[in-house]
């Protein structure tokens, strides 16, 4: 199974994801703080689970000194509920939010989602107009230039794009794109598509199409 890192500053928080994962067969660690988590330690975790609100350190700025030196999945698990701090901490590159409190099956559903997206393999370009998608590099290109996307970003680009012209609401785009349905499924979907069409202003370009009260689709 995976090796998941758990960086929470409330050692009861540690003690329940630990009971709670390693029951799922999964291998994990705790940290109280994010400084025991060097780069190169964090390369060997298949998934971090990042608490927010921490002393020296918080999550967000954790998080923003180690997004391009590490390529696991990154989790928030936080009380804050705020729209800015959704918008801050997915623009920095974490992949989805588990808001406390928390069960133990959501808990295990989300990490099992996220680390079941890991694993799917493609092996082809699908091109789309002017954009292409790397399913093989899990890149995508408007003519031949690279557009920057978090994993999370690539993969809502990705399932959109594979069904071109099909409208998605948000919930189904979050259980297709992350296997589970939960809290936070419209919020999380929100806001990667603000940041995706963000991404996208320097293409001239505006694929993903909002249909008002069904949700989005990418346009053909």
């Known amino acids: ?26 291998q994990v660690e705790t940290f109280t703080s994010t400084k025991a988590v060097t780069a190169e330690k964090a390369k060997f975790a298949d998934l971090i689970l990042l608490d927010v609100m921490m002393p020296e350190e918080d999550g967000f700025e954790y998080c923003q000194r180690m997004r391009n030196l590490v390529d696991c999945p990154i989790l928030f698990v936080t009380a804050k509920t705020g729209e800015s701090a959704l918008i801050h901490g997915l623009g920095i590159g974490g992949d989805d939010y588990i808001r406390k409190p928390f ?6 559903a989300r990490v099992s989602a996220h680390l079941r997206r890991e694993s799917r393999g493609h092996t082809h370009v699908l091109r789309i107009g002017n954009f292409s998608l790397d399913l093989a590099g899990k890149k995508l290109f408007h003519d031949s230039a690279e557009i920057s996307l978090t994993k999370s970003e690539y993969l809502i680009c990705a399932h ?49 199409e909002t249909v008002w009260g069904i949700g989005y689709r990418w346009r053909k």
């Not at 199974?1 to 928080?13: L, S, V, Y």
């Not at 069960?103 to 295990?108: G, H, N």
């Not at 069904?163 to 589970?180: D, N, P, R, T, W």
């Open 1 to 26: 199974m995976a090796t998941i890192f758990a960086i929470d500053d409330d050692e009861k928080i540690l003690a329940f994801i630990k009971t709670a994962l390693l029951r799922e067969g999964h």
């Open 160 to 208: 959109l794009l594979e069904a071109a012209g099909q409208v998605f609401s948000k919930v189904q785009l979050y259980e297709a794109v992350f296997g589970y349905a939960g809290s936070s499924d419209d919020s999380v979907i929100v806001e990667h598509i603000k940041n995706i069409r963000a991404k996208l202003k320097d293409c001239q370009e505006d694929p993903i």
């Open 103 to 108: 069960s133990v099956s959501e808990l295990r």
